[in-house]
């Protein structure tokens, strides 16, 4: 049996060899092959996703709500004390100091990360700004947000709060943050598909116990997690739940 | 809220939709909403509240103790419409999302504005409660929910 799994590319670069140790790590315990797919883009990988392509998925939270209410995923376990946090920031010397600085017909850059966007534009509500009244440039990667700012051609930027923190003091000494989300209960999961849902005690526990001994640690480390907490039924569905509710 | 002047307060008697009513001090101070936050409860059917978030027990300046287990409406300000509220549960009891603007009173008699979306919590197709998220409303939206809940009161 060959298991297949994908990772919301979300991701900071960085981290990607962490994702493919964890796959081998993963495949150790498991006793089986484990295949791991990463994707730059999101339709892409959605699309993938719909097509039954994938048993595990590293999902953003967005895309978990589609996972377990369309494709029947259950989700099995949350990074430890890693909510999804969005930022807006501007250059350093723009006249914008908040939000409410902002005006209609602003630029926008971001990149296609459904999460951050969303909430983005949620924090951009108390300016009367939407999608219909700003302009927004999609680019592939939170360095690019930031040239973007840097050199003036966009005059907010949404970024993942921990893509943000781990931009260099260079770049993020030549930014200003506007606003910083702190919802808390927003976050990625792993989520396993219907047909390998008699496995999750089993994959809970593994996953579970990696903070618990030095190779799992390693392990988590790479992918810059301290470790996984379960997700019951229950908080998979109160986060969906609260996630429809931005959802206009 | 000591720092009130004592003339800014006024006692009005609340009537809920349940038959029950109580007299609040009201202020007339808004509280800013906290940037970036997003107020999060739950309530069951009747509109119990069983779930609350620091930002929610923050802004509404009762304890989460205090917010277990009360209805909802305590948060009710006298000048939000009770036809607001009709809409509100007419929509969600027929399984629908609601969005408005809402002034909701705090313990203290003070008052903050929320952007505010309801959403039915589906279990197994039952309706089990629902979950309420206030977030940060402009202005421009503030001010237009006043002038038309003033029209129905």
């Keep these: 049996m060959i298991l297949n799994l994908t990772v919301s590319p979300d991701f900071a670069p960085d981290h990607i060899s962490g994702w493919y140790i964890f796959n081998t790590w993963l495949q150790r315990q498991l006793g089986t092959r484990v295949h791991l797919e990463l994707y730059d883009c999101f339709d892409k990988q959605r699309e993938d996703i719909k097509a039954g392509k994938f048993d595990l998925v590293y999902a953003n939270p967005f895309d978990a709500s589609m996972l377990v209410r369309e494709l029947g995923f259950k989700a099995v376990v949350r990074p430890l004390a890693k909510p999804d946090e969005t930022i807006i920031a501007t250059n350093a010397e723009s006249t914008i100091n908040n939000v409410e600085d902002l005006q209609p017909g602003c630029q926008l850059v971001a990149t296609d990360d459904p999460d951050v966007n969303r909430i983005g534009m949620i924090m951009l509500e108390p300016a009367d700004l939407d999608g219909d009244n700003t302009k927004l440039k999609t680019v592939d990667s939170y360095i690019i947000v930031a040239k973007h700012l840097l050199n003036q051609q966009a005059d907010a930027g949404f970024f993942l709060k921990d893509a943000y923190d781990e931009l260099s003091d260079l770049i993020k000494n030549q930014m200003k943050v506007l606003v910083s989300s702190e919802i808390s209960v927003v976050h990625h999961a792993l989520l396993v598909g219907p047909k390998l849902q008699q496995y999750i005690p089993q994959i809970q526990k593994f996953l579970l116990n990696m903070s618990s001994n030095e190779k799992g640690k390693g392990v988590l480390e790479s992918m810059d997690l301290d470790g996984w907490e379960v997700m019951t039924d229950e908080e998979t569905e109160f986060m969906i739940d609260l996630i429809d509710t931005l959802i206009d | ?153």
Excluded: C
Aim: charged share 25%; aromatic share 10%; net charge positive.
């Design chain 2, 1 to 153: 809220m000591s720092e009130q002047d004592s003339t800014d307060v006024r006692e009005v008697v609340i009537n809920y939709y349940d038959g029950t009513s109580r007299t609040a001090k009201i202020y007339d101070r808004e509280i800013p909403y906290p940037e970036g936050k997003l107020i999060v409860s739950r309530t069951d059917t009747k509109g119990i509240i069983t779930h609350a978030n620091q930002a929610f027990v923050d802004m509404s300046g009762y304890s989460q103790d205090e917010l277990i287990g009360k209805n909802h409406y305590i948060l009710r300000h006298p000048d939000m419409p009770s036809v607001a509220f009709a809409g509100l549960w007419e929509t969600i009891e027929a399984g629908n999302k609601w969005h408005g603007y809402v002034k909701n009173l705090r313990k203290d008699g003070a008052y903050y504005w929320v952007k505010a979306t309801v959403i039915p919590n589906i279990r197994n197709g039952v309706v089990v409660g629902y979950t309420s998220v206030r977030r940060k409303p402009s202005r421009s939206k503030i001010a237009e929910s006043e002038a038309l809940y003033k029209t129905l009161m």
